[in-house]
């Protein structure tokens, strides 16, 4: 697997409230710039999927992937890797949540691995720019509710 990307961001939320968000996958297209449609595959605890299939349009860079999720039980973290794909052969991932004086810091980690070659440099800034995006979106929708 390639070396991870990982930023941090303060959501003025509880750790509940960003979760929630988190695992509404079939929200997602509402929010995300990039995800079009999310079809839960497999159910998982309550409220919580154990796989999704989703259909993203970034653009360049058009895929269809499912991924499992693994839910920490203290509701303070969930990580998934890539089940199948068509751009992608691998990606794994997690958000980590943390209480802070100001909110919730939000880390996200992520690492891609494309079909298609692509130079670390390049693909580590891609990553850096999905993460910065996804982050803010993040952000956004949980703050509005």
């Keep these: 697997m ?3 990307s990982t930023q941090k961001l303060t959501m003025n939320a509880t750790p509940q409230a960003i ?3 988190i695992a509404d996958f079939p929200a997602y297209p ?3 710039g990039a995800v079009k449609a999310v079809e839960i595959t497999e159910e998982g605890e309550p409220g919580r999927a154990a796989r ?3 259909t993203m349009d970034a653009g360049l860079i058009k895929d269809t992937y499912e ?6 039980a203290d509701g303070l973290s969930v990580s998934w890797d890539l089940v199948k794909g068509q751009m992608q052969k691998a990606q794994h991932g997690s958000y980590v949540l943390r ?6 810091e939000v880390t ?8 298609i070659p692509m130079i670390g440099v390049l693909r580590r800034k891609a990553e850096k720019v999905i993460l910065d995006t996804a982050l803010k979106e993040l952000r956004k929708r949980v703050e509005a509710a």
């Design 67 to 72: 991924l499992a999720y693994t839910w920490a």
């Design 108 to 115: 996200y980690t992520l690492s891609v691995e494309l079909t």
């Design 99 to 104: 209480p802070v004086a100001d909110g919730t």
């Design 19 to 21: 979760m929630e968000v």
């Design 2 to 4: 390639a070396e991870s």
């Design 52 to 54: 999704a299939r989703f």
């Design 30 to 32: 509402e929010w995300t």
